[in-house]
């Protein structure tokens, strides 16, 4: 089966990244992908884009040559109460919000820290997908981690990038990760976290972890535009309706 979807791309916006929104669009048509969602880095990033960046998003058309644009963003998990760096009312205007750890933001602490962090941030009902939750520099109770996502309807993200580009030794954590969301009844989605047009859609090592856990295709939202925004209505974005040709 090919995956149509991804939910975590990164633009110039965020200045560690290579790609615009234009080069984005054209790799997703030549891939034939119907589906993306732009996640630049949140405001508290060293590097990141202005908080007005986000505000903004609202002029990128809904879709272009056939392809469907998600306005979002990978906020920075800020503490272990969950705060991310991007709220309120500008939250609602999103139509995907994805958070994670990023060592400039939440340095490296605990298991416990780390745990508390990301179920505060699960529970907080602010974000809809946790990236990179296998990242072997945050260490985590996976099984309570994978039931409170599955109890909140939030997904968590086997990441492309971390066995390829960055955060290496994720495998073994990510296995795990999978097999806990299957038993918890929970949701996974694959993020290529591209940082350059190429990678778009790329998740030939993500779903090697999906198919060694066995992990349910009906619970994968990466596997129809109309999985994933199914999710993102259910969990409150009301914009998505611009979609629906999709």
Request: hydrophobic share 40%.
């Amino acid at each position: 089966m090919k995956y149509l979807v991804d939910t975590h791309a990164h633009t110039i916006a965020s200045t560690h990244a290579y790609s615009t929104v234009h080069d984005y669009i054209a790799v997703a048509k030549q891939k034939g992908l119907k589906l993306f969602a732009i996640t630049d880095h949140g405001p508290d990033m060293a590097d990141a884009p202005h908080f007005w960046h986000f505000v903004n998003l609202r002029v990128l058309p809904r879709i272009v040559d056939g392809v469907g644009i998600l306005r979002g963003i990978e906020a920075n998990i800020k503490n272990d109460s969950g705060e991310i760096d991007y709220f309120g009312d500008y939250l609602q205007e999103l139509d995907i919000v994805l958070a994670g750890f990023h060592e400039p933001v939440f340095p490296p602490s605990d298991k416990q820290t780390h745990t508390q962090a990301l179920i505060n941030t699960i529970e907080s009902g602010n974000v809809d997908i946790i990236t990179h939750p296998g990242n072997p520099a945050y260490p985590i109770d996976i099984t309570a981690v994978s039931a409170a996502a599955a109890r909140c309807h939030v997904a968590l993200e086997i990441n492309n990038s971390s066995f390829e580009m960055s955060r290496k030794g994720s495998e073994a954590n990510c296995v795990a990760i999978a097999k806990a969301v299957r038993d918890a009844g929970g949701l996974l989605v694959m993020g290529s976290d591209s940082h350059v047009a190429f990678s778009l859609g790329e998740f030939s090592q993500a779903l090697a972890i999906i198919k060694e856990a066995e992990f349910p295709e009906e619970r994968l939202l990466n596997r129809s535009p109309e999985a994933l925004l199914a999710f993102l209505s259910k969990r409150g974005h009301k914009t998505l309706d611009d979609f629906a040709e999709l």
